[in-house]
């Protein structure tokens, strides 16, 4: 068998519901302990780094901002990804992941607006200012709570996924605008000293606190999303059970 | 006017918070979902591909 084949053969395995929980169920002890793990040496470094010259113990914020912004964007596109599965591979779990995802994605989006307010009020002198990067990523955080309303709107699954993945997918234009709006427009915000084209011009000192948390944030993610994902399919086999229950009953009460 | 160190400690306060928050949600809602599961299973409700595997027919 080809390589290719057994990946796609291992992708539809996942396809079935009961294949993935045993799976979840063996991964997730891992990913939770290793998010344990990076948590403790991010957290460590983050408090025995030195301080910035000029933003003095601010600089510690960045450690939990940055990280939970980059994760705000980040699962906005695991939900995008999972949209592209519902509409063109109608992959059963796609919708199952978009789902799970939006609630975990409007925490961290949530962290990051209220860390930079709390960052941005001792350097910038103001808790919020209507600028594009910040705008923007309120926006994101305004689709999350507006996607997590429509799927609890409409009960059925089959009759929600569908509306919910295209909304998804519209709503992707925004990440490349969160993304950019430090370089098309004049921000407060400052632009990207990681995420660039010619390396991270961040000093090492702050540096590796932030690639540490910002692995055990991720990790701490897909340890949340797994297990998120699997309550909503535990979720939709309760309401299955419960439907067939009640036929069931009908049924009796008619033979009756 | 709040000291730099109160800015910093109420960040790291509200994402614990945050993070400790969603994980509880995540374990609470598990375990109504499975407790759930187990109660329709107790009053003989199954899933046919459970029903399949143990071995039983109605």
Not at chain 1, 91 to 99: C, G, Q, T
Not at chain 1, 118 to 134: E, F, I, Q, S, Y
Not at chain 1, 160 to 166: D, E, G, R
């Amino acid at each position: 068998m080809s390589e290719n084949s057994l990946a796609i053969r291992k992708f539809s395995d996942l396809a079935n519901p009961t294949r993935f929980l045993a799976l979840a169920d063996r991964l997730l002890p891992w990913l939770a302990g290793l998010a344990a793990l990076f948590f403790i040496a991010g957290l460590w470094l983050s408090f025995t780094t030195e301080g910035d010259y000029q933003q003095g113990e601010t600089v510690r914020i960045m450690y939990v901002h940055v990280p939970a912004a980059w994760l705000s964007m980040m699962c906005y596109s695991v939900m995008a990804l999972a949209a592209l599965g519902t509409l063109v591979w109608r992959h059963p779990l796609a919708d199952v992941s978009s789902r799970a995802a939006a609630p975990i994605g409007a925490c961290f989006t949530f962290l990051a607006l209220v860390t930079g307010s709390l960052w941005g009020k001792p350097m910038w002198g103001t808790w919020w200012v209507w600028d594009a990067r910040l705008t923007s990523v309120f926006v994101l955080f305004l689709m999350y709570l507006g996607l997590m309303a429509l799927n609890r709107a409409i009960d059925d699954p089959a009759r929600s996924s569908k509306v919910s993945a295209v909304l998804v997918l519209v709503g992707f234009v925004n990440i490349p605008i969160i993304k950019f709006s430090v370089e098309w427009w004049n921000t407060l915000h400052q632009p990207a000293s990681v995420m660039r084209l010619d390396g991270p011009t961040i000093d090492p000192e702050f540096l590796w606190p932030l690639i540490a948390m910002a692995i055990a944030f991720t990790l701490l993610f897909f340890t949340l999303h797994i297990a998120a994902m699997r309550n909503e399919i535990l979720r939709r086999r309760v309401t299955a059970l419960r439907r067939l229950a009640a036929r069931s009953a009908g049924r009796g009460a008619r033979t009756k | 006017m709040m000291s730099h160190a109160a800015y910093v400690f109420t960040s790291y306060g509200i994402a614990t918070l945050t993070v400790l928050g969603l994980i509880a949600w995540v374990v609470l809602d598990g375990r109504a979902r499975r407790r759930e599961l187990a109660e329709l299973e107790a009053s003989g409700i199954r899933r046919r591909s459970a029903e399949a595997a143990s071995g039983e027919t109605r």
